[in-house]
Nanobody, 122 residues
């Protein structure tokens, strides 16, 4: 059973930075897509960024492009989300997820972590 554990969330003022980490107990596929998603209260889950272990290709939502960076360590089992220039609208529970193919559509992802809270104050 693949387990994903997120860490690094917290509270920060607008304009600040946070770095989230997601550690996988194992990769479910030979080439796995790791994604970060977020969900604010009363809103649908939103795709933030994805990275494909097969070639390192990345995708970002328009709302975070230029501010957030997704990356992985050499083992590909830890995925990071560097978040800069944070805004109050970035406040949400952030989840990492894994699947065989990359998409910003959360319904396509099979494996999920429990989430880490990010709160950005103005």
């Amino acid at each position: 059973q693949v387990q994903l554990v997120e860490s690094g969330g917290g509270s920060v003022q607008a304009g600040g930075s946070l770095r989230l980490s997601c550690t996988a107990s194992s990769l479910p596929y030979r080439r796995t897509c790791m994604g970060w998603f977020r969900q604010a209260p009363g809103k649908e889950r939103e795709g933030v960024a994805t990275i494909f272990t097969g070639g390192g290709g990345t995708t970002y939502s328009d709302s975070v492009k230029g501010r957030f960076t997704i990356s992985q360590d050499n083992t590909k089992t830890t995925t990071f989300l560097q978040m800069n220039s944070l805004k109050p609208e970035d406040t949400a529970m952030y989840y990492c997820a894994a699947h065989q193919f990359c998409s910003l559509d959360s319904s396509n992802f099979r494996y999920w972590g429990q989430g880490t809270q990010v709160t950005v104050s103005s």
